[in-house]
């Protein structure tokens, strides 16, 4: 890069060089491209998260009303794996879906729970306790 010069006490700056501006985009592009796909998937790792919290809340709920669910099905039968637990009178449900794309490369799961007390005289309440 030039120098830059005084001429009667102003700084005279030099133009830039051909293809100077090309090199500093080329290099510095790529990093903002990295961060603004690094926010994507960022926000679609939330996105997943609530949504696999909301299939383990709604199974949890539906159990604790009906002592089965559909939803379960529905979920294993999109891919995910459910497992529910009952101790005491509460329902405890774990959704786990694989990532997929991105987080499939850096083995990331999405894994959602919840606890629900299970509800008095519904079809799994037996002698005043859950079972």
């Known amino acids: 890069m030039r ?3 005084r001429v009667s006490g102003q700084t005279i700056r030099p133009k830039p060089e051909p293809g100077m501006v090309t090199a500093e985009f080329a290099l510095v ?3 903002y491209f990295l961060a603004a796909l690094a926010m994507i998937a960022a926000l679609v790792g939330g996105w997943k998260t609530i949504v696999v ?3 383990a809340k ?3 709920r539906e159990y604790a009303i009906d002592g089965s669910t ?3 099905t ?3 039968r999109a891919g995910g794996e459910v497992t529910i637990e009952t101790e005491g009178g509460v329902v405890h449900v774990v959704v786990r879906r694989e990532g997929t794309g991105v987080y499939d490369l850096v083995g990331v799961d999405f894994v959602g729970q919840h606890r629900s007390v299970i509800e008095p005289g519904g079809a799994r309440w037996i002698g005043g306790q859950g079972c």
């Open 3 to 5: 120098r830059q010069t």
């Open 74 to 76: 529905d979920v294993e």
């Open 29 to 31: 592009a790529p990093m």
């Open 70 to 72: 559909q939803i379960a």
């Open 58 to 60: 709604e199974i949890a």
């Open 53 to 55: 919290a909301n299939e």
